[in-house]
T-cell receptor, first 114, second 111 residues
């Protein structure tokens, strides 16, 4: 079956614009995670969902960042009024949901804010 | 809060075994120990996980201390393709589902 799919792969936007990053998880996976990764750093947790419910958004840096997963499948991470410091790789991962289930990562979206 | 401690970097000679340590002194009884690795320019990939007993799979072995406060990922014969950042992560009732990655151990394999 298909893995986790993220789009777009690359996004260049101007400061102040809004961007929406999409994640299509593996079919049937209950949990979906969003991470941000700066160069040379480990993935930084942003938020996660079980089905359509956002369980934890404590990692979202500020109120310009939001995420949704309205039907418990595809998720969108939205960044409003982008700033240069938002430039990073944004990674999505999904898992069946149990504590012993591994995370499956997508290829990520490279966001560059100019 | 990663709740695990790993060395920042390690080196190994090619075709020799590598032992990557991880300390997790606050582990609870329901926490699984997961290991992931991230190759250059790629996303993290699952390596192995365990709860109490040592585990083996085609990629690696996981040795878990009897008190579960530490574990060691063992690569039996390091290859150049094993050069990556290795992350040790806890997942269970104590950690919830946040899956914090921490800074990991950067493994260099010397030809």
């Amino acid at each position: 079956g298909a893995g986790v799919s993220q789009s777009p792969r690359y996004k260049v936007t101007k400061r102040g614009q809004d961007v929406a990053l999409r994640c299509d998880p593996i079919s049937g996976h209950v949990s979906l995670y969003w991470y941000r990764q700066a160069l040379g750093q480990g993935p930084e947790f942003l938020t996660y969902f079980n089905y359509e419910a956002q369980q934890d958004k404590s990692g979202l840096p500020n109120d310009r960042f939001s995420a949704e997963r309205p039907e418990g499948s595809i998720s969108t991470l939205t960044i409003q009024r982008t700033e240069q410091r938002d430039s990073a790789m944004y990674r999505c991962a999904s898992t069946p949901g149990t504590y012993f289930s591994p995370l499956h990562f997508g290829n990520g979206t490279r966001l560059t804010v100019t | 809060d990663a709740k695990t401690t790993q060395p920042n970097s390690m080196e190994s000679n090619e075709e020799e075994p590598v032992h990557l340590p991880c300390n997790h002194s606050t582990i609870s009884g329901t926490d699984y120990i997961h290991w992931y690795r991230q190759l250059p320019s790629q996303g993290p990939e699952y390596v192995i996980h365990g709860l109490t007993s040592n585990v083996n799979n085609r990629m690696a072995s996981l040795a878990i201390a009897e008190d579960r406060k530490s574990s060691t990922l063992i690569l039996h014969r390091a290859t150049l393709r094993d050069a990556a950042v290795y992350y040790c992560i806890l997942r269970g009732d104590n950690t919830g589902n946040q899956f914090y990655f921490g800074t990991g151990t950067s493994l260099t394999v010397i030809p």
